[in-house]
């Protein structure tokens, strides 16, 4: 699968730059995505949006992270790694 790096993830990511084992959780989750080893503990799901109909999260493992992202034809653009209350703000008017 192909993964895009958007410039909100980018900017989401650097948040945690100091956090080097959430960063390598992570990365391992972003890693299973791309070979298509996702398992059902990351809990990857289709959410009901208006304005993006490809939106789905995925469980960072281990973590209160989840990764939004759009996900159509085999490639994933990341939006952004949320804790639950920026997950729900990005979600509530959808």
Do not use: W
């Amino acid at each position: 699968m192909q993964v895009n790096e958007t410039k909100t993830y980018i900017t989401s990511k650097k948040r945690f730059k100091n956090q080097a084992q959430l960063l390598t959780k992570i990365d391992k989750t972003i890693d299973a995505l791309k070979n298509d080893t996702v398992t059902p503990n990351m809990n990857f799901k289709k959410i009901n949006c208006k304005r993006d109909k490809t939106r789905h999260s995925i469980r960072v493992v281990g973590t209160k992270y989840r990764v939004l992202l759009s996900f159509e034809n085999n490639i994933s653009d990341l939006v952004c790694i949320c804790d639950h209350d920026t997950y729900e703000q990005h979600n509530k008017n959808c």
